[in-house]
């Protein structure tokens, strides 16, 4: 599991996280993600690409599992 710490930041965009974290290439491959259901949130599939992710929050794409602190 990977951690992801917001500094000084109250959220971080879904999109983003994808793009900060490497797991997807671009910002059009990260909005592909979220449309196509493979982004979990929380054990939900979440379909906003702007999603505020704020601490607490778990995040689930393929192999990777990203906390947010």
């Known amino acids: 599991m990977e951690t992801y710490e ?3 930041e109250e959220y971080i ?3 983003k996280l994808l793009k900060t974290m490497r797991i997807s290439e671009s910002g059009g491959q990260a909005k ?3 449309e196509d259901g493979i982004v ?3 054990g939900e599939p979440e379909f906003r ?4 992710l704020r601490a607490g929050d778990l995040i689930e794409v393929f192999e ?3 906390h947010i602190k």
């Open 13 to 15: 965009e879904l999109i």
């Open 6 to 8: 917001l500094k000084g």
């Open 40 to 42: 979990f949130r929380n």
């Open 64 to 66: 990777y599992k990203i």
């Open 32 to 34: 592909l993600m979220v």
């Open 49 to 52: 690409k702007r999603a505020k």
